[in-house]
């Protein structure tokens, strides 16, 4: 049978449309990647499909040539300068955590798991898909596409062991909070921080914005990036680069607020990271996936004491409660918009406050919870990752 890159394509979109139809019947509490990935293992053991699937449905070299820019630019003009400014303490917190993940992925997960599971997992565990992307590709330059599809695993289960421990210190920090008194009376008001005007760039009239300049721009943007990279700062990772500079495109006003999802692209660029996650699991055996198992809930699990230890210590130093810090840490593992969801589920989940007493609780956790999800996996787990990656083969 020949494979058409159209056939190619409906396969891998439809593997994850199952996970996420899958994902919903359980209310969001188990990834649709975790779904998504036990497909693509059963149809590549099956024979069913063949092992080039994802170049052969140009999704790959999409992602390759300009997915990842794009995506990383976007990610970019997302980030609020402002709020990471205004919780400092969060973003302090977070970026701890990280290091936490660092200190024990490189010491204890390096003895009990092994230098490639250990420094293939700790850049995931600290971030999302880019993370993700970055450690992927480094796998399989080194001849390694195994340690891939153990990163795409570690990617699809690291929500499930994130948020049951983020949901449980914010009902604690509430319930302590409440006892205390902090949401009876009148609310504080906090004076929100505002950078100086930076605007050289007038928005284009709605006639003028169409998806085509969108494009464009996030092209002009990334190509500026690449070249910072190449010509002025190489020391700079280029993934790193995309993300500053698609931050200082937003601030001068050259690009909008992510921009690929208002031109339409996003949800096309996304499925094409699913299938760098799909792929990862092409040569994976069923031996090969059991022997995953350990070395995969062990990074997780003390991905997790890393972030826990670490943010104790500092969200000491700054002040904040130690559910908070760990709340705040935790992020990491599932990121925006799970930490905004995860915020309102456990504010509504507290029967025993009123509405008012609800409106302060959430205006208390969610702007810490938000930030510390763009802390971890927008901005720092890029970095994270891009030190890393490179050590690990």
Request: net charge neutral.
């Amino acid at each position: 049978m020949t494979w058409t890159p159209m056939m190619c394509f409906a396969v891998i979109a439809f593997a994850f449309v199952i996970g996420e139809f899958l994902s919903r019947l359980t209310k969001g509490y188990v990834s649709s990647m975790v779904f998504g990935c036990f497909v693509a293992m059963g149809l590549f053991w099956s024979g069913l499909i063949p092992a080039t699937i994802a170049m052969d449905s140009t999704l790959l070299p999409t992602l390759y040539g300009v997915g990842v820019a794009m995506l990383l630019v976007n990610m970019g003009t997302s980030i609020d300068i402002e709020s990471l400014i205004q919780e400092w303490k969060t973003v302090v917190v977070c970026c701890a955590g990280l290091v936490g993940i660092g200190v024990l992925a490189f010491t204890i997960g390096n003895a009990v798991f092994g230098k490639e599971y250990s420094l293939v997992a700790a850049p995931v565990v600290a971030g999302g898909v880019i993370a993700y992307q970055i450690v992927a590709d480094a796998a399989v330059t080194a001849g390694q596409p195994l340690y891939a599809g153990f990163a795409a695993l570690v990617l699809a289960f690291q929500s499930m062991i994130g948020m049951p421990v983020a949901s449980f210190c914010l009902k604690k920090e509430l319930i302590s909070a409440h006892a205390k008194g902090m949401f009876s009376g009148s609310a504080e008001k906090k004076t929100a921080f505002k950078l100086p005007e930076t605007n050289l760039f007038k928005d284009p009239s709605p006639a003028a914005d169409t998806p085509t300049l969108k494009f464009f721009k996030l092209a002009v943007v990334a190509t500026v990036g690449y070249c910072l990279t190449t010509y002025v700062v190489p020391a700079i990772n280029v993934n790193i680069m995309y993300l500053l500079v698609g931050i200082v495109a937003r601030k001068i006003n050259f690009l909008q607020r992510e921009p690929l999802k208002a031109a339409g692209g996003y949800g096309y660029i996304m499925l094409c990271m699913y299938a760098l996650t799909f792929n990862g699991f092409a040569t994976v055996s069923p031996t090969d996936a059991l022997g995953f198992i350990f070395p995969l809930f062990g990074t997780l699990i003390l991905g997790v004491i890393g972030i826990a230890i670490m943010a104790l210590i500092f969200g000491k130093i700054v002040g904040y409660n130690p559910y908070v810090s760990i709340a705040c840490g935790v992020t990491a593992l599932f990121g925006y918009p799970a930490t905004e969801i995860l915020s309102n589920e456990v504010v509504a989940s507290m029967t025993d406050f009123t509405a008012e007493e609800k409106e302060k609780a959430l205006s208390y956790v969610l702007p810490k919870m938000v930030v510390g999800g763009f802390t971890t996996v927008t901005i720092a787990s890029v970095v994270f990752a891009g030190i890393i990656a490179p050590m690990i083969f």
